[in-house]
Structures are given as structure tokens and as C-alpha cells.
């Protein structure tokens, strides 16, 4: 399993993905963190980006914290 260091910003006008130097990634997300509506896009972005099915993509940790790891099957 793949882990990757995610920084999410909320509430962003428009949704995109940075690689940032270190690997790691910065995600900019229009959902709200209600619901889980965030996360929930969050792993919809990661599957597009990769390539891969959402079934793949999981958050190991930071549920409700904007600083992640994933991880990708």
C-alpha cells in the first residue's frame, strides 16, 4: 500500500491537485466538512488523479483534520 501526506483546503472556489516537492500532495476541495461530504470528494478527486477505482483510496488518518495520509491499494 501506497501512502501519500495530503494538505486539503476547504471551501475553494474550484477543486484541484498540486504535487508539491516533497511527494506529498495539496488538495483544494469545494465541499463543506459536513456530513463527510469533504472526505468523500476528497477520495472522488484522488480516484480521477490516479486513475484508479475509489474502492482503491482510503484515509488511514486525519478524518476530521485537514492534514491526511492516504492510502492507495
Known sequence: MKKVNI???LNAKNTKIE???DKSLK???TAKPIDNQANKQLI???ADFYHLPKTTISIIK???GK???VGIQ
Do not use: Y
Open 7 to 9: 494538505k486539503v483546503v
Open 62 to 64: 486525519g478524518q476530521k
Open 67 to 69: 492534514n491526511k495520509v
Open 19 to 21: 504535487e508539491l516537492p
Open 44 to 46: 472522488e478527486l484522488l
Open 27 to 29: 488538495v483544494w476541495l
